[in-house]
């Protein structure tokens, strides 16, 4: 099997590589809004698979290749039966004998690290129980459109340490600035988490820590953000979930903590009144809506690089 370049987790790229992306994002951007649309990954054929509902990774992908002049084929998880209809080394062989890459949004990281064993063109991590690499380019790049630059940014997690924060952490450590992770008892990443995620090269400015206290970890913070306190999967452990993450609402209050040009962000979709209050995330500094259309930019930038630059010459 020929040797190829996937994108699983965020870590397994280097410094420079995840700068590269988001340069390329920022250009394609930039003539976005100008009308232009380079026909960069021409007759291209992007497979996606999905064990899981989506909105904005599915929308963002297929648009994302539509403006490149490519096209995408959609494969849901009825269609495919991944390991249980016939098993993933076939599914993986005749998949990548047909398509340039493949997207897969799964319920197991497992599964993605196991299909991109048997694939010959790049996978890409569209979402797993682990990680979630896309949509942290696409945060990374709004708060630096927001501020213009990483270095000294203050972002704060604020709820549960789960895949949108473990990945936010990876593209970080990557880019520079201050990432404080504010989760309850029990719902905390562990050392040998934060060990993993920033186990590749880290950019020297990069700074992480963890702080129980929601209040103390926002003070001063520029960038704050949250997501669902139940992820697809956990509805049996709602009640659960809602009383433990009862204090790390971001609220006003909370948010009256942070610097006066923090910005909040969320990846959606929300549950107002619980995670976050409508007044947060429908207020002035709010960003939920560039955030989310940058998932498309940002992943251009990728679908770019994995399948233009980053692979390895034969």
Known sequence: MKSVRHFLDLRDCTVAEVQRILAIADELKVGYFRGQRPVLLERKVLG????????????????????????????EEQHIGFGKREPVNDIGHVLSSMVDAIVFRAKSHQSVVELAKYCTCPVINALTDRSHPCQALADMMTVREEF????????????????????????????????????????????????????????????????????????GAQVVCTDV????????EEAERRKAFADYQVNEALMSGAASDAIFMHCLPARRGLEVTSGVIDGAGSRIVQEASNRMHAQKGLLVWLLNEAQPSE
């Open 148 to 219: 213009g630059h990483f270095d000294g940014v203050k972002i704060v997690w604020v709820g549960d340490s789960n895949n949108v924060a473990a990945s936010l952490i990876e593209a970080a450590a990557k880019l520079g600035g201050e990432v404080v992770v504010s989760s309850p008892r029990g719902y905390r990443f562990s050392d040998a988490d934060l060990e993993l995620f920033t186990s590749g090269e880290t950019h020297p400015d990069f700074v992480l820590r963890q702080e129980s206290d929601p209040a103390k970890a926002v003070a």
């Open 229 to 236: 306190w139940v992820s697809m999967g956990q509805e049996k």
């Open 48 to 75: 996606m698979i999905f064990e899981k509902m989506s909105l904005r990774t599915r929308v963002s992908f297929e648009a994302g290749m539509a403006h490149l002049g490519g096209s995408s084929i959609m494969l």
